[in-house]
């Protein structure tokens, strides 16, 4: 067994790290229970760099090193500044207020991927009505938010870019299934079901490493 990480907070999730070139090595974690993100540096420096003052579920750093923050309770992704205060980035999309943000991912180019299902069991079987976006880069020089695939997810966590950047893995968490979202020429994506688990609650997280390899967060089941 490696190395056990007793982390501060309560209700802990979205270990992270910085891809920027010289950054410390340190790992990152939310707690969504005390609304703070923290740096942990071996062998046991815990140390909060950002309070959002809501839930948070998920953060990532840009290439400039900034943190993004996917906050449930605020219904918004935040952008962390240079002193370390979160602000709003964005909250809804053509005036239609988000259910609340839980799983971030950037791409190499910056462009930054989120899911929107809002708290656990608001988006059900029942109500599929979880969302994916992006937030890119447009031709003018600013932003564009745009859904990937909108109201039609079972509360859809957590999102990885995958080493081919036109592919997006999505935990569809309700359906305890894996969601691939491939990007065509037309510059829209088509989703299709990636792997499908059997029995437990499903995945609430994912991640891709530079082989190509992904990995699946789940609880295990009790005995």
Request: glycine share 10%; net charge negative; hydrophobic share 40%.
């Amino acid at each position: 067994m490696g190395d056990v990480i007793r982390c501060r907070g309560a209700k802990i999730c979205s270990p992270f790290i910085s891809k920027r070139a010289g950054a410390s090595g340190a790992i990152y974690y939310v707690s969504a229970g005390t609304g703070e993100t923290f740096e942990y540096q071996a062998p046991a420096t815990h140390t909060p760099i950002v309070f959002s003052g809501g839930e948070p579920f998920g953060a990532q750093f840009d290439r400039l090193g900034r943190v993004h923050i996917a906050d449930c309770a605020h219904a918004a992704i935040l952008r962390v500044d240079d002193s370390m205060q979160p602000g709003v980035m964005v909250k809804a999309y053509e005036d239609r207020a988000f259910r609340g943000p839980n799983g971030i991912a950037f791409a190499e180019d910056d462009t930054v991927f989120f899911t929107d299902s809002g708290p656990l069991g608001e988006t059900t079987l029942e109500k599929p009505h979880g969302s994916v976006f992006c937030i890119a880069s447009s031709p003018s020089g600013g932003q564009v938010l745009r859904p990937l695939a909108m109201e039609c997810l079972a509360h859809p966590w957590g999102i990885a870019v995958a080493a081919d950047p036109d592919v997006l893995f999505v935990a569809e968490t309700m359906r305890n299934r894996i969601v691939r979202l491939r990007k065509l020429p037309s510059n829209a994506y088509h989703a299709s079901v990636f792997y499908q688990f059997s029995g437990g609650m499903g995945p609430s997280g994912v991640a891709c490493d530079a082989n190509g390899a992904l990995y699946a967060l789940k609880s295990q089941d009790s005995a």
